[in-house]
Each structure stands twice: as C-alpha cells, then as structure tokens.
C-alpha cells in the first residue's frame, strides 16, 4: 500500500517562493510516474506539474510554466515542487499523486492516479 505525505505549505505574500514536498512510503515509485496537482473548493483538481521515472521529463500547466519545477528522486521515494513568483491566483490546497502508467498521456487528468496524499495548504496574499 502506497503512502504519501505531503509538506511545505504555508501561507506566502505574492511573489515569494515555497518548495513542497512528497515523502513516499510503502512502495518503491521509481517506475511510476508522478504529479502535482492542486483544488480549490468548488473547482476540480487541477494538473499543475508531472515528471517521468526517471525525471527526464517534465510537464507543466501553463499556469505555472516558467515559475514552478517539478523534481524527484527516486532513491529517496521523493517528489518536489519548486514554487516561485507566486501569485494569488496559485492558492489552493496541493496533493501529490502516482500513477502506474508511466506515460504522460493524460498527466493532468487526475482520474489516471491510483494514489494521493492527503494534500498541503498553500494561500498566496
């Protein structure tokens, strides 16, 4: 059974940077591809970033193209997200997910994940 927790959220002033991060448990994940993925209430989760095995490639929302990073290391079970320039509009409580697909067709389609963490909070001001 494949865990996930979340850290990092917190509540920033616009423009600043925060780093999330993913600690995976249960399962090794280096084969599995990951995500980032971030609601708002009354909105559906949203893709904001996803990274291959390896982490060769990533993919990104065009939201946040040029601000967030997305990382991982799979000996560590590890998966990142480098937030800057934050804006207000990137509020949202953000959950890391996994998916035993590892393509990228789809990436931010969050009915291709098998398994989520329980999410973070971050409110940009």
């Known amino acids: 059974h494949v865990q996930l927790v979340e850290s990092g959220g917190g509540s920033v002033q616009a423009g600043e940077s925060l780093r999330l991060s993913c600690a995976a448990s249960?399962?090794?994940?280096?084969?599995?591809?990951m995500a980032w993925f971030r609601q708002v209430p009354g909105k559906e989760r949203e893709g904001v970033a996803g990274?291959?095995?390896?982490?060769?490639?990533?993919y990104y929302a065009d939201s946040v193209k040029g601000r967030f990073t997305i990382s991982r290391d799979s000996a560590k079970n590890t998966l990142w997200l480098q937030m800057n320039s934050l804006k207000p509009e990137d509020t949202g409580v953000y959950y890391c997910?996994?998916?035993?697909?590892?393509?990228?067709?789809?990436?931010?389609?969050?009915?291709?994940?098998?398994?989520w963490g329980q999410g973070t909070q971050v409110t940009v001001s």
């Open positions: 990274i291959s095995t390896g982490g060769a490639s990533t």
């Open positions: 997910a996994v998916r035993r697909m590892p393509v990228s067709h789809f990436w931010y389609n969050e009915n291709e994940y098998e398994w």
């Open positions: 249960g399962y090794v994940l280096s084969k599995y591809w």
